[in-house]
Each structure stands twice: as structure tokens, then as C-alpha cells.
């Protein structure tokens, strides 16, 4: 037996893999799940925190060699998540522990460690910042949401960070949710397409090879549409809606290759996901045919018993959990998942067979990713890492996601005038980098990068110092407040406000109302009595209502939180160095009430009130101004009548470049079903592209309709509708009817 056990070890250390396996490779996991004891097997799918094994019991990385042998020696840990630190530290760190897994542990299997870099190397003090994926998707190009990945993979690799829980495949529909800076937006097929690209370009960069890292997509399903907008709290969402709107971006996912997949923490129609059999084996497994690796998110199956109040105790939520297809519980600090797993088996009520299939997906991921061959950071990846080169491009991708939302000619700034700049984000690196970025909830200011400028630095620096006045004030709370400020804006020609939230991760971004807060109201309505021309920059990570102010303001950029190059992104708009090509990835709303995506039916349903017309956003999905004015003319069809389900007819447009400099233009194009036997959207984006024209130019660009992927819906059950009637193509200010007579 011994001489068996060894030479399994030598084929699993020996032999290498490529990210698809053989079927030899796949008979070699059977091979070792037969030799594994029970521990050992429940031991792999469970997930610690660092600070189960760091000193202090935090996120910085000194090891605790006592604490993390008896985590991988007695527990069998196969995973490990969190941190941070700089790259000597985290090179040190994951070197050591898996020289602990592979040369102590009796089947020397290495660890797959997990980090949440979801907008760049976040967690890596030299990383690089991105904005977060709501900014992304304003750029309304795939190339973008690439570059951003490929250089969060080149900087992720190097330290052993195998598992990246990224990205957000939520649609965010749902404003109030704190995590809504986390999605792509609002509109399923823009989440659809950039997660796409992600995850190909994280999964596929061969900038790093011979290592290979995973993606994660989350959180499945119906997470980002809580009925009341807290965290985690219950979602109602028709069965129908969920097949239309939250299936689409993990389906495209799972086309894509993604190989693990984090669960929802919340409750879906009264579910609690973590427990749902349906929503875990039925609709993930069975009919979205998903084989890769299913992960809680952290510690939720023990709020299955403490939040959602579905089951009387840990145990039976570790069943619940088990039984409905989790693969690796994320226990965090804990041990009672291995506690729990170990008396279910023993019990009758959690078979083998059943935890070898999570096994089997385990060891599977970790083969793919090359682990048994090397688990160990590489120094020469490490010396790869361009921090100048990556930098460039982060400002790159900032200055592609800034939405310029509204001009009235004071844009672009002219030198020599004398500016104004206050605000909450006026002087802040954590505004600009924003949560997850250092730390949950964003490093605090004294250890932000000390590299980065400020937006107010940025200013400086393009303006002139001498031109630039500084006022510290996050909002206006007293009448002295307000004198300091009129007096500083006496001697200014414009006034720049940096409003907007400061940074908030997960329930911590709870609140109960969208109206920005009070004293930075206040601060903008001192600042439009001044009569001086006023801009204001939004650092956010969600729409802050301020319609009042916002009719009176005379530029508005929605900026995000644009990473560790936004100031100079934003300086580079406002100074028109860069022309602004963003458009919103959701609806701006009007007020804290009404809040409704694009594609709703009451946001333009106005048989009932044509005498009595409503105002119904502040900005809409798709809005974003240029510096130069872009004309739509000549929209074609191949064909008004289709007849077989299987035909195509391609939509064509020209536009054209009719200002005065280079620009690029997000072409929108959508497509509205007239009538259907379930109610449907006023219209959904089914193609965008981004394209570049120079002053004078003209481009034709087209769209291939597709029948059966872009004019049929699915039903509550997620089977196709393909009806037939008159269908409307929809791009710029233009559009044409065609019809459906399959």
C-alpha cells in the first residue's frame, strides 16, 4: 500500500498539466480521493481566513507556524483566503505555508488560495487600482473590462493567488444595494459581455504562464435586487424575470469557461440560497449545465441557523448546504463545518459519494491551475510587474469610464483661470481608490499610496499651482463653513466640487435614503449663489439623488471611484486633454422613490398621463455627452420580413463625426417586442460597439439580428418564446419596425 500511496504522489507532483485535462489526469484525482481518509477529504473543502493563522489574528501576514500546522496537519485545510500586504510579504508568506502543504501533510496536496482583487491587484500594496466594474461598464467597451483584468492577473500570479473571487455578474437594478458599484449595471446583456471578457482575459492571460489563475463568478442568484435594498436581505424576483434578467450574465459565464462559481448570501422567494436544492442542483447544475466548483460566500452557512432562521442549528445548515451542492464552505475562523460534516457522515445523512463529487471538483481545479506542479509564487513573474506601464493604463481605463452627464459649454476648463476645489473628495486618495482597495472597506488615508495624487494634487499639477485654491471642507454645516468658503471663492473664475460618498463594502453601505446628505447640498447651493460657473465631480459608487442642485449646476461628471489614476483621469477630461466617450451603465433617478431601471414599462408608459407629463430620471441608461457631436443617419434593414426562425437581417447606421475633434462613440443599438404573451421591456440593449472617428469622419456600422437569440424570451420555466408581430430596431435617435412571421 505504501509503495501505491508513493507512486501516486510522484504521478501527481511529476506530470504536467494542461488547464483541460486528460482523461489519464482525471483518473489520477480518482485515484488519490480513494486513498484519502475521510478528514482529509472534508479538510479540502473547507476555507480559513488568514487571521486564523496569522500573529494578531488580522490581515497583515506574519505567520503563526503553530496555528497554521495544526490547521493543515490536524484539520486537513485545503484553502485559504484574504490578506493583505506588500509583494515581499506575500511572496514570504504563501511560500511558506505551501512548503508546510506539500512537504508535511500526508498526500502533500497543495493549497488553492483565494484573494478578492475585484478591481485590480487590491490587495497587493504596489497594486494597481482600477475603478470598479460600474465605471467599467460606462466605457461600454470589452476591451477595456480585458485590459483590466490582464494586468490584475500580471500582478496577481506572481504571489500565489490562484483563486480570484471576480467578477460581479449581479445585475444591478437596485440602487440602494451597497454593493451596486460592484456590478456592471442595470442591463443583463452589458453584464453579460463584460464579465465575458473577464473572465477570458483573467483566465486567459498568457502573459503569465506557465501559471494559470481562476475566476469567480458571483454571487448566483438574484442577489443585487433585494426587495428593500439592504444587504442580504430577501429578494423577490417572478421566476421569469430571473431567467430574462440574473441568468444571462452567469450563463454567458459559464460559456466563457468560468471555473467556480459564489453563491448568493441572501434569500431568493423566500430560499435562502446557500440551502436552496433548487436554485444550487436544479438551476445551476441540471439547467445551466455549470460542472466547475460551487463556494459558499464567508460563513454563510452558519447564517442559514443565525440570519435567515431556516434551520435550528449549524448542523443542520451544514446538510442543508451539503445536500443542496455546496462544494467548499468559506468557514472563515472556524472549525465546526469539519465538526458538523464528520457527524452527518457518520449519521447516514451525507453519503461519500456525495462529498467525493466536491473532492473530485477540488482537486480537479487544483490540477487545471497547475498547483500539484508548482505551488509556489514565482520571482520571475514578480520581476515582470511594470507598476510605471500599468499605471498608464489604469489612467487609460479611468479616462474611458468618466461620464461626462452634463456640459453647458464650461467644459473643457481653460487655462488661466482661477479654480476653486473643495469638497469630500477634494483632497482624498480613499475617494479616488474607493472599498476594496487595502482593505474592506478601503484603506484609510495614511496608507494609501503615497504615489497617487489626489484630485486636488491633479488640479494643481495641469493648472498651476498658483491658479488653484484649496478649501477643506467635506460640506457646508455652519454659517462658518460658508464664510470661509465665499471668501475663498471671491477671487475664483470656476468652482470644482468633489462630491459624493466616502468608501463602504457589503451591509456596512445600508442606508435608507439615496438623497445625497445634507451638508454637501448645502455646499452646492452656496456655491451656484455665487454665480461663478460650478462643476461637480461624483465619487460614488451608487446614483446620490441632488436633482434640485443638479438643474442648476453647470458640468457634472460621473466619475465612480475611478482608482489610483482617477485624478488625473478626471483632470485630463476637464482640461479637455481627453474627450469624454463614457455613457451610464444604469438610470440616474430623478428621486429617491421612483428608481426603475431603462427597460421598465412604467418608465415610459404614458397613455394614462399624456395631459400630464412626467419627468422620469435625471440622467437615463446609455446618456453620456462628448466634446464633439456625433450624427446617426441612414439606419437600413436587410430585410422587414422574416419568416424562417433560423434567418438573419443585418441593421446598418452611419455616424458621423460632425465637431471639431477625435472622438469615440458607444453605439447603442436595442430592439423592442411590440406585443408578447408575457408583458415585455419598453426595449433592451442587444449590441453595442465602440468605435473612433476624427473630426469630419463617417463610419457604417452594423448589427447581424439574429432571430432566435435576440427576438424570442423565456418563459418562468426558462423555455424560449419565439412569437411572431412587429419587432422595432432602435440606435441613436433612430429607428425602424420590421416584422416576425416565423
Known amino acids: 500500500m505504501q509503495n501505491f500511496f508513493v507512486a501516486i504522489i510522484f504521478l501527481f507532483t ?4 494542461a488547464f483541460s485535462l486528460s482523461t489519464k489526469d482525471l483518473n489520477r484525482i480518482d485515484s488519490l480521493i480513494h486513498i484519502m481518509t475521510l478528514d482529509e477529504k472534508i479538510g479540502q473543502m473547507t476555507q480559513l481566513c488568514f487571521s486564523t493563522i496569522t500573529l494578531d489574528g488580522s490581515k497583515s501576514l506574519d505567520l503563526n507556524v503553530a496555528n497554521f500546522r495544526e490547521s493543515v496537519i490536524k484539520h486537513n485545510i485545503g484553502s485559504f483566503l484574504s490578506g493583505s500586504d506588500n509583494y515581499d510579504k506575500w511572496f514570504e508568506f504563501i511560500t511558506a ?47 477595456v473590462v480585458a485590459k483590466m483584468a490582464n494586468i490584475c492577473a500580471i500582478e496577481t500570479a506572481p504571489i ?53 489563475l481562476s475566476a469567480c463568478a458571483k454571487h448566483f442568484i438574484g442577489y443585487s435586487d433585494p426587495k428593500y435594498g439592504y444587504d442580504r436581505s430577501p429578494s423577490e424576483i417572478p421566476s421569469q424575470v430571473i431567467w430574462e434578467f440574473f441568468v444571462p450574465p452567469f450563463k454567458a459565464a459559464f460559456d466563457a469557461g468560468v471555473k467556480t462559481v459564489m453563491i448568493n448570501s441572501g434569500e431568493l422567494n423566500g430560499e435562502a440560497v446557500h440551502g436552496s436544492k433548487f436554485l444550487l442542483d436544479t438551476l445551476l447544475r441540471q439547467r445551466l449545465g455549470f460542472k466547475g466548483l460551487v463556494v459558499s460566500d464567508i460563513k454563510d452557512i452558519e447564517r442559514l441557523e443565525l440570519m435567515h432562521k431556516t434551520v435550528e442549528n449549524q448542523k443542520e445548515g451544514t446538510f442543508r448546504s451539503v445536500d443542496a451542492g455546496i462544494d467548499m464552505y468559506m468557514a472563515c475562523n472556524s472549525y465546526v463545518f469539519i465538526r458538523d460534516m464528520r457527524e452527518l457522515v457518520a449519521e447516514g445523512r451525507i453519503s461519500m459519494k456525495r462529498i467525493d463529487e466536491s473532492v473530485y471538483r477540488i482537486l480537479k481545479l487544483k490540477f487545471e491551475l497547475g498547483l500539484f506542479d508548482n505551488p509556489y509564487p514565482s520571482k520571475q513573474l514578480l520581476s515582470n510587474v511594470n507598476q510605471t506601464k500599468n499605471q498608464i493604463e489604469a489612467r487609460e481605463v479611468a479616462e474611458e469610464s468618466i461620464v461626462l452627464l452634463k456640459n453647458d459649454g464650461i467644459l473643457p476648463l481653460s487655462k488661466g483661470k482661477k479654480i476653486l476645489i473643495s469638497g469630500l473628495g477634494a483632497n482624498s486618495k480613499g475617494m479616488l481608490n474607493g472599498p476594496w482597495s487595502f482593505d474592506w472597506l478601503g484603506a484609510p488615508e495614511q496608507l494609501q499610496p503615497h504615489s497617487m495624487n489626489t484630485l486636488y494634487e491633479s488640479i494643481q499639477n495641469k493648472f498651476g499651482a498658483k491658479n488653484v485654491k484649496y478649501v477643506e471642507l467635506e460640506g457646508i454645516s455652519c454659517e462658518k463653513d460658508k464664510k470661509q468658503f465665499l471668501n475663498a471663492a471671491q477671487n475664483s473664475d470656476i468652482i470644482v466640487l468633489a462630491i459624493g460618498e466616502k468608501p463602504y463594502s457589503e451591509f456596512m453601505g445600508n442606508i435608507n435614503d439615496l438623497t445625497l446628505d445634507k451638508i454637501q447640498l448645502n455646499l452646492m447651493d452656496v456655491a451656484i449663489k455665487t454665480g461663478k460657473p460650478v462643476v461637480v465631480i461624483l465619487l460614488e459608487g451608487r446614483p446620490r439623488v441632488f436633482t434640485e442642485q443638479a438643474d442648476q449646476i453647470n458640468s457634472i461628471l460621473f466619475a465612480g471611484y475611478p482608482g489610483i489614476m482617477g485624478a488625473d483621469a478626471i483632470v485630463n477630461i476637464l482640461s479637455g486633454s481627453v474627450n469624454p466617450s463614457a455613457k451610464l451603465a444604469f438610470t440616474y433617478p430623478l428621486s429617491v422613490g421612483h428608481v426603475s431601471p431603462y427597460y421598465n414599462k412604467p418608465s415610459e408608459y404614458n397613455i394614462y398621463w399624456k395631459n400630464n407629463p412626467i419627468r422620469k430620471n435625471l440622467f437615463p441608461f446609455g446618456h453620456g455627452l462628448s466634446y464633439t457631436t456625433f450624427e446617426y443617419d441612414k439606419l437600413e434593414l436587410s430585410d422587414t420580413l422574416l419568416t424562417e426562425e433560423n434567418q438573419e437581417i443585418t441593421a446598418t447606421v452611419t455616424v458621423r463625426n460632425k465637431g471639431k475633434r477625435f472622438g469615440k462613440e458607444a453605439v447603442l443599438w436595442y430592439v423592442s417586442d411590440e406585443t408578447g404573451t408575457i408583458s415585455r421591456p419598453v426595449k433592451l440593449l442587444k449590441y453595442f460597439e465602440k468605435i473612433e472617428l476624427k473630426q469630419g469622419e463617417e463610419k457604417k456600422v452594423k448589427f447581424t439580428i439574429k432571430i432566435n437569440e435576440h427576438l424570442s424570451y423565456p418563459d418562468k420555466n426558462g423555455c424560449q418564446i419565439l412569437e411572431n408581430g412587429f419587432f422595432k430596431i432602435a440606435v441613436g435617435t433612430l429607428e425602424k419596425r420590421f416584422y416576425l412571421n416565423k
Request: negative net charge; contains cysteine.
Open 160 to 212: 500565489g493567488l490562484s483563486w480570484n473571487f471576480a467578477p460581479v455578474l449581479d445585475v444591478g437594478k437596485n440602487p440602494y444595494w451597497p454593493r451596486f458599484y460592484e456590478t456592471f449595471g442595470e442591463d443583463p446583456f452589458l453584464c453579460s459581455e463584460m464579465g465575458k471578457a473577464y473572465i477570458k482575459a483573467y483566465e486567459g492571460c498568457k502573459d503569465i504562464l506557465p501559471v494559470k
Open 97 to 143: 505555508i505551501q512548503k508546510i502543504a506539500v512537504e508535511e501533510t500526508r498526500l502533500k496536496i497543495p493549497l488553492i488560495i483565494g484573494i478578492d482583487h475585484v478591481h485590480g491587484a487590491n490587495y497587493i500594496s504596489e497594486g494597481t487600482i482600477f475603478p470598479h466594474n460600474i465605471s467599467l461598464a460606462c466605457s461600454f467597451d470589452q476591451q
Open 14 to 17: 511529476n506530470f504536467s498539466h
